[in-house]
């Protein structure tokens, strides 16, 4: 019997090539302005940001099932869990 390589030569190849270059936008694309690093947050925003985060933590602590871990996509309505 003959032993089955790891990886094929195709993607060997693609692997290959798509390492060995810089990624470059297409042509006629501009690239996006990236915004500064240091933003300063206003208190109101800093307090929204944790309000937000908090809720967040409490919707999946609140409605995962704990006996498959899967959240609902939307409340209050019955709803399913989809993988997307």
Do not use: Y
């Not at 094929?8 to 390492?19: H, I, M, P």
């Not at 933590?57 to 989809?82: C, H, I, Q, Y």
Request: with cysteine.
């Amino acid at each position: 019997m003959r032993a089955r390589p790891a990886l094929s030569s195709g993607l060997v190849l693609f692997l290959t090539v798509a390492c060995a270059r810089p990624l470059a936008p297409p042509s006629g694309i501009q690239p996006v302005a990236v915004a500064p690093a240091e933003t300063a947050l206003s208190a109101s925003d800093v307090a929204f940001l944790d309000d937000l985060e908090h809720r967040t933590f409490r919707w999946f602590w609140d409605k995962t099932n704990p006996k498959n871990g899967l959240v609902p996509d939307r409340e209050p309505t019955a709803s399913f869990s989809s993988v997307a």
